[in-house]
């Protein structure tokens, strides 16, 4: 299977997801790793019908990829933040470009209320973490503030079934 079609241009309009489609996104929240054969099993289909729902949901951006959920302490990653941002009107995809690119960001996304921008950050320490924000982060001209938030515990939620 492949990628999603994240950045291949338009996706085509989204179709309605049956209980079929969501019991296999539910499996593959749960085990990205699960073969066609358990996913057509465990939902009652055949493997053909499965790969091609599976196909058609990468192909129509409902899945947009698959990864391993990392346990970013073990990983060297031991500090993590999340760091607001107020930008300059009208500057998110400037800005997002230039987030996308500082090591250790995992999560962006442009908000509303009292910030723009919210940035989840993964770094091996404290004085990693500071350079990101007081270093790249503030010398993006768009930039107008930031606020940083110490996490002290995480943990990724498993999808319900």
């Known amino acids: 299977m492949a990628e999603g079609p994240e950045d291949s241009g338009p996706l085509p309009p989204a179709r309605p ?62 500090t993590s933040a999340y760091v607001t941002l107020k930008i300059v009107q009208n500057s998110w995809r400037t800005v997002r470009e230039q987030l996308r690119q500082l090591p250790g960001a995992s999560h ?26 007081l270093t790249r982060l503030q010398a993006i001209p768009e930039v107008l503030s930031t606020r940083t938030l110490l996490v002290f515990e995480e943990e990724d939620l498993e999808p319900q079934s």
Do not use: K
């Open 17 to 78: 997801l049956d209980a079929i489609d969501q019991d296999i996104l539910r499996m593959l929240q749960s085990d990205g790793r699960a073969s066609i054969r358990s996913v057509a099993e465990r939902v009652h289909v055949s493997r053909a019908n499965a790969y091609a729902r599976i196909n058609r949901l990468v192909e129509d951006g409902v899945i947009r990829g698959f990864g391993a959920r990392v346990n970013h302490e073990r990983a060297g990653h031991g």
């Open 108 to 133: 962006i996304a442009l908000v509303g209320g009292d910030f723009d921008v919210l940035l989840l950050v993964h770094t091996p320490d404290n004085r990693s973490l500071r350079e990101l924000v």
